[in-house]
């Protein structure tokens, strides 16, 4: 299986801030690498696809980049509505993985 | 409207089997390139994709779990069923049902998940 490695695995930060959050696989995924925000309670929600697609309606302060093994997720200006946890998925191999996640709090 | 809704016991014993169902609407199993796969999330921890069927009823199983899943889809009731075997404590989770398209150019992303249904193992 494709291992996924997250980092870091909390941080904290304040509204304005740049946040970016990377996320590396045991092995190329090419570009299947999607992020998920999840919050407290609540089901994940999709932000990005193919490492670098918006979702539709997802605002444009997130954005992904990254291919093969190296990828990040990037909050341009952090919002107070995005303090959550971040995970990363690959869907490359037949068998899908996720990261271990991001937790973004509050500075 | 695409909505998947988790049902099944909140409760259940170790050694026991769990059945849980996913119940979608908004799309169907029988449309090309459609697949529902579960996901689980023990209290405070990652999530972990447990199981996948497709339209085609493919099937795909997390390794580690493969020996004690089994899905499968009724698509006259827009039901997907997971099972699994040998409950133990540490199988204490939330389990989401979750919907995407095999299109790669969507890298098969989950785009419409349910809510989620909280199940404990204890004696």
């Known amino acids: 299986d494709i291992q996924m490695t997250q980092s870091p695995s909390s941080l904290s930060a304040s509204v304005g801030d740049r946040v970016t959050i990377s996320c590396r696989t045991s092995?190329?995924?090419?570009?299947?690498l999607n992020w998920y925000q999840q919050k407290p309670g609540k089901a994940p929600k999709l932000l990005i696809y193919?490492?670098?697609t918006l979702q539709s309606g997802v605002p444009s302060r997130f954005s992904g980049s990254g291919s093969r093994t190296d990828f990040t997720l990037t909050i341009s200006s952090l919002q107070p509505e995005d303090f959550a946890t971040y995970y990363c998925q690959q869907t490359y191999s037949t068998l899908w993985t996720f990261g271990q996640g991001t937790k973004v709090e509050i500075k | 409207q695409v909505t998947l809704r988790e049902s099944g016991p909140a409760l259940v014993k170790p050694t026991q089997t769990l059945t849980l169902t996913c119940t979608f609407s908004?799309?169907?199993?029988?449309?090309?390139?459609?697949?529902v796969s579960w996901i689980r999330q023990p209290p405070g921890k990652a999530l972990e994709w447990l199981a996948r069927i497709d339209w085609d009823d493919d099937k795909y199983y997390s390794t580690s779990l493969q020996t004690r899943l089994t899905i499968s889809k009724d698509t006259s009731t827009n039901q997907v069923v997971l099972t699994m075997t040998n409950m133990d404590p540490v199988d204490t989770a939330t389990y989401y049902c979750a919907r995407n398209y095999f299109d790669a150019s969507k890298s098969y992303a989950f785009d419409i998940w349910g809510q989620g249904t909280m199940v404990t193992v204890s004696s």
């Open positions: 908004g799309f169907s199993l029988t449309t090309s390139g459609m697949c």
């Open positions: 092995q190329s995924s090419s570009s299947y």
């Open positions: 193919a490492a670098s």
